[in-house]
């Protein structure tokens, strides 16, 4: 059962412009909802993570939006860089269980 | 260690044969999360410790797949008999606190190779 849907599985976008990758949830426990950044032959880390109660977080060039009540929450990247170049994994947990859920992944390429 | 360290970082296994994957945690992190990541997906839960014991087990696949963290530090993720569909990158993680709403800091990975 895949708890956690994301869209699109990849992604190019000309450098400068803005990077929006999407994911949905299903479970209504879920109340922790990081995103992290891959690159090859690297372990995932950790982006950007927002809880429920607020509806936007903001860090340097990446945002998350979160709608509690359509149960998605998406991804921004701002003037997106060539660097920025990885597979980006959205994930959610909840205090009913420790792990995490993660999405299927979007590979970004940035053209220079 | 500055990060969490896993070894192999590679392994190629004959099918059948027994394989064991090696964790080290950030000194002092409570918690210790095994992952199994599939070639072009994400990381799927498999085991879960609280310093020596596991408090969740239900993403381990089958009875061929056991992991032990019997101090509290160092964990093992062995998979018996293998086959070629446990080809994988096996990914470790590990947080300061008992839960997992706080960052989890992953190791590279092992990949795993059944032929």
């Known amino acids: 059962q895949q708890q956690v849907k994301q869209s699109p599985q990849s992604l190019i976008v000309q450098k400068g412009g803005i990077s929006i990758i999407n994911c949905a949830y299903e479970?209504?426990?879920?109340?922790?909802f990081p995103w992290y950044q891959q690159f090859p032959g690297k372990g995932p880390a950790l982006l950007i993570a927002?809880?429920?109660?607020?509806s936007e977080k903001k860090e340097g060039r990446f945002t998350i939006s979160f709608n509690k009540s359509a149960k998605q929450f998406s991804l921004h990247i701002m003037d997106s860089q060539p660097g920025d170049s990885a597979t980006y994994f959205c994930a959610a947990s909840g205090n009913a269980g420790n792990m995490l859920t993660f999405g299927g992944g979007t590979r970004l390429m940035v053209k220079p | 260690g500055a990060g969490v360290s896993q070894s192999p970082r590679y392994k190629v296994a004959k099918r059948g044969q027994d394989v064991a994957l090696r964790c080290d945690p950030i000194?002092?992190?409570?918690?210790l999360f095994w992952y199994q990541q599939a070639l072009g997906q994400g990381p799927e839960f498999l085991t879960y410790?609280?310093?020596?014991?596991?408090?969740?087990k239900s993403g381990l696949p089958s009875d061929r797949f056991f992991a032990e963290r019997p101090e509290g530090s160092v964990s093992t993720l062995k998979i018996q008999r293998t086959q070629q569909e446990d080809s994988a990158v096996y990914l470790c993680?590990?947080?300061?606190?008992?839960?997992?709403?706080?960052?989890?800091?992953f190791g590279q990975g092992t990949r795993l190779t059944v032929v």
């Open positions: 479970n209504t426990a879920f109340d922790y």
């Open positions: 000194s002092g992190h409570v918690s």
């Open positions: 927002i809880r429920p109660d607020v």
């Open positions: 410790f609280q310093n020596e014991a596991q408090l969740d």
């Open positions: 993680a590990s947080t300061p606190r008992g839960v997992v709403n706080t960052e989890a800091f």
